[in-house]
DNA sequence: GGACATATTATTTTT
DNA sequence: TAATATGTCC
């Protein structure tokens, strides 16, 4: 057919030989291994829509999942371009959001909602669930331990990261193995279901829940199953390095190996970086194995840095052990060495930093907004603001708090969940009291008592108050007045066609923005200028929504001929849009939680300030690097881990590999003697990453360096000599004089001394260093053993 | 219920 | 150091 080769022509433009073969690739599955910068999500897309123009397939056959919101508007955006309307019908998003429509759907389905056997899955939830996040999850935890009464060995956020973590591996409480030996796991397990159980009570689900109750469906229900794997016939994955085991279970349950199906998964196992929440790189290292026959296309040429970046990055990596051989080359010129910063602390890092954005700027060949500085961990970034804001130069912070994290926009999301589902608990507990309403703590402890008791949700206890013991006239009258602002609300989001109206409603009704205009203070106003964004944000949702819905349906009706006919034998095929019939309240509420802020600007003009991490998948003309020193990057956690050489310090390399790929012309390497970290101050070596890379690749001109230093061995012989310099920094070196000896300073047990509070004692013992170094005392009075902060003390 | 003092604790952060 | 959590008092 001619139009399809002039499509297919138009789609491999400007695609070399590898990148064209991931394209063009037929059935079955296949592993694209894309180093830093090799045009990956290009691959995808133009496969998508190659799938789409050329092979004829039906857009609602594929599934395309991403890592983040972002990432999933952009691919979007892209195909839309490449496909026009018809990219609509797309189920391109992430792992999260795709499994809760599917979830939806599937609660929906009568043949499930009829089929008891699947209560012990899913503990009775219905398709309007809510979902919990980090917060809801918190509470939920802390009462559930209430609850049990488990022993208080474990911090509620300990036990919370651990639920976390069974959910990644795919398992519910029931499939959770402890050994009697084991007391933690036992505190988790008998928490987790308690937790369950509240979740669901709640008619809720946490993030965790959204894929594996997915999974437990499928596992359960094979007709269900089979039903989502003819529709999903191709299934790409990007970012599949970061992908966790539930993740990948629920992929192979879509898409089984022995089928051979044709699931294209495309990542970097060099730039894993997120072990840490559940990420595991065995996915990708093992996808050849669990997937027998799988094509792998590896894309080794990179078009974004110059070869001096390209060598550093691979001295770095290269040291890792298991990983997927690979070489990045570039046909991009050897360009500039890469640039040594050394400076006294981080305040003179951040100046010299500054000047040199500033240098670079002035020189014209960068913009601000081509530049961009990385650092370790979020404390660092305030020095350099500073720093920044000092030299004026103009600049964003990438990621920090998101809209949505805000106190007042969650206390309205908690709102319009109550609204959609008056059973959510831990959404009730929140606002009950906000705006004050004269419930206090007293009355809610009685309440959640008498609930819990009468096993209820605390919005059906409020619906008749004077049940509840021990409440006086005023606490009744005031649950009732909050009981009818609630089932009021309830009653609303049921009869409302859009989400604005409804958050409208809500916004009166609570008199959550009132009270914070009477309040006045300049931050309750901006609070209340917060909300009036929130209803914006609605509105905006509702056009959008109006929008795509108009264009589904032009879809069918206008021209015909660019929409493939189906054949007769699909006809029992479910092919609706994933999203069908979700209320625009419920599909709103679900937008806020699962897509964090809209866009973090990487501003128009601005230098941007961002971790690491939050620099993955960016690109800029010049790239700074700071705190390249052991114990900051790589973070201490890894260096102190038991297993130095182990997974912990390879995913610091792979963030410092992704950090050094970022950079297209420019990379600048910054460190500094000495840093005060928690109050105290720190003398680091630089980093080992440092030390691995050539030293051919550093330009050392004199002049450029605030100390000059040897041509040779830049970096490590120095280490030794930095502490004792004559003009070294004037610091206060106490904390790291004492910090080797037994704590607080010699042996101080004994010591007679005062506390405000409690008077005078005797120390029996000492632990810990620094500002916090704590003591144990025997206070007399009948005060008895305090473990206190030493710095509270006074000689007595 | 709020103001104040005292204690605690410091990666990375998306969904 | 600095941001937050917890406890105590009126």
Not at 521 to 539: H, K, P, V
Request: with cysteine; charged share 30%.
């Amino acid at each position: 057919m001619a139009p399809a080769l002039n499509a297919e022509n138009e789609l491999l433009k400007d695609l070399n030989e590898p990148q064209k073969e991931a394209v063009l690739h037929g059935d079955g599955p296949l592993l694209v291994l894309s180093g830093a910068g090799s045009g990956k999500t290009r691959v995808i897309t133009r496969r998508v829509a190659h799938l789409v123009q050329v092979r004829g397939v039906y857009p609602w056959r594929i599934l395309a999942v991403t890592f983040t919101n972002k990432a999933a508007r952009e691919m979007r955006e892209r195909l839309v371009q490449l496909l026009g309307p018809q990219a609509h019908e797309l189920v391109v998003s992430t792992f999260h959001s795709s499994s809760s429509m599917i979830l939806r759907r599937v609660l929906r389905d009568p043949t499930v909602g009829a089929d008891k056997s699947l209560e012990a899955v899913t503990g009775g939830l219905t398709p309007s669930f809510v979902i919990y996040d980090d917060g809801d999850q918190l509470q939920l935890v802390k009462r559930a331990m209430r609850e049990v009464r488990v022993d208080p060995i474990m911090q509620p956020r300990e036990i919370l990261h651990r639920i976390d973590q069974e959910k990644n591996a795919a398992r519910l409480p029931d499939d959770m193995v402890v050994d009697s030996e084991d007391l933690r796991g036992m505190v988790v397990q008998k928490t987790y279901r308690a937790y369950q159980r509240l979740l669901r009570a709640a008619n809720a689900v946490d993030f965790g829940d959204l894929l594996l109750l997915l999974v437990a469906l499928f596992r359960k229900r094979s007709d269900v199953l089979e039903q989502y794997r003819r529709r999903f016939q191709h299934i790409l994955v990007d970012e599949f390095q970061d992908t966790n085991p539930v993740q990948y279970e629920l992929l192979r349950l879509l898409a089984p190996p022995e089928r051979r199906p044709n699931l294209v998964v495309v990542g970097d196992d060099d730039q894993s970086i997120y072990r840490w929440r559940g990420a595991s790189v065995d996915n990708i290292l093992g996808f050849p194995e669990e997937y027998v026959g799988a094509r792998v296309v590896k894309l080794e040429q990179n078009y974004r840095s110059d070869q001096t970046i390209l060598d550093a990055a691979h001295a770095v990596i290269a040291r890792n052990t298991r990983r997927m051989p690979k070489k990045l080359w570039s046909d991009r010129p050897k360009g500039e060495h890469l640039q040594l910063l050394m400076n006294r602390d981080e305040r003179a890092e951040a100046q010299d930093v500054a000047r040199r954005i500033h240098e670079l700027q002035r020189e014209g060949f960068i913009k601000y907004s081509g530049m961009a500085v990385f650092y370790r961990t979020n404390a660092q970034s305030r020095v350099l603001e500073e720093a920044l804001r000092l030299a004026r130069v103009p600049y964003t912070l990438v990621s920090g708090r998101s809209f949505y994290d805000r106190a007042e926009v969650r206390d309205a999301a908690a709102y319009l969940r109550l609204m959609v589902n008056p059973r959510s608990d831990a959404d009730l507990l929140r606002i009950i009291n906000t705006p004050a309403r004269g419930i206090g703590d007293t009355t809610v402890e009685r309440l959640v008592d008498w609930a819990q008791q009468a096993g209820v949700s605390l919005y059906e206890a409020t619906a008749a108050p004077e049940r509840i013991p021990g409440l006086n006239t005023a606490a009744v009258r005031r649950l009732t007045g909050f009981h009818a602002v609630v089932s009021s609300l309830h009653a609303f989001a049921q009869e409302s066609k859009d989400a604005a109206s409804a958050v409208d409603q809500m916004l009166k009704e609570s008199h959550l923005v009132e009270s914070l205009v009477t309040e006045g203070s300049d931050e309750s106003l901006s609070r209340a200028e917060n909300l009036r964004e929130f209803l914006g944000a609605a509105q905006e949702f509702d056009l959008n929504r109006a929008a795509a819905a108009v264009a589904a349906a032009s879809l069918g009706d206008e021209e015909g001929e660019e929409v493939p006919e189906r054949p007769p034998e699909e006809e029992s095929l479910d092919d609706s849009p994933l999203t069908a019939d979700v209320p625009p309240l419920n599909a709103f509420l679900e937008q806020i939680s699962l897509v964090g802020e809209a866009d973090a600007e990487v501003g128009e003009g601005r230098v941007a300030l961002m971790t690491l991490h939050a620099a993955k998948g960016l690109e800029f003309d010049a790239v700074f690097i700071t705190g390249m020193e052991d114990g900051v990057f790589p973070h201490s956690r890894a260096l102190a881990s038991e297993d130095p050489d182990g997974e912990e310090m390879a995913e610091e390399r792979r963030l410092c590999y992704v950090g050094f790929t970022r950079a297209r012309k420019r990379l600048f390497i910054s460190l500094a003697q000495c840093r005060s970290l928690f109050g105290e101050l720190r003398y680091n070596p630089p980093s080992r990453f440092l030390r691995e890379v050539p030293q051919s690749l550093f330009g050392f001109a004199e002049q450029e360096l605030e100390t000059p230093v040897p041509k040779s061995a830049p970096m490590v012989a120095r280490k030794r000599n930095w502490a004792d310099e004559d003009d070294g920094p004037r610091v206060d070196r106490s904390y790291s004089q004492t910090s080797d000896m037994d704590g607080v300073g010699g042996d101080v047990r004994g010591m007679r001394v005062r506390h405000e509070q409690f008077g005078m004692g005797r120390i029996v013992s000492a632990d810990g260093n620094g500002p916090n170094a704590k003591v144990t005392v025997e206070f007399g009075g009948g005060v008895g053993l305090k473990r206190v902060i030493a710095r509270f003390l006074m000689p007595g």
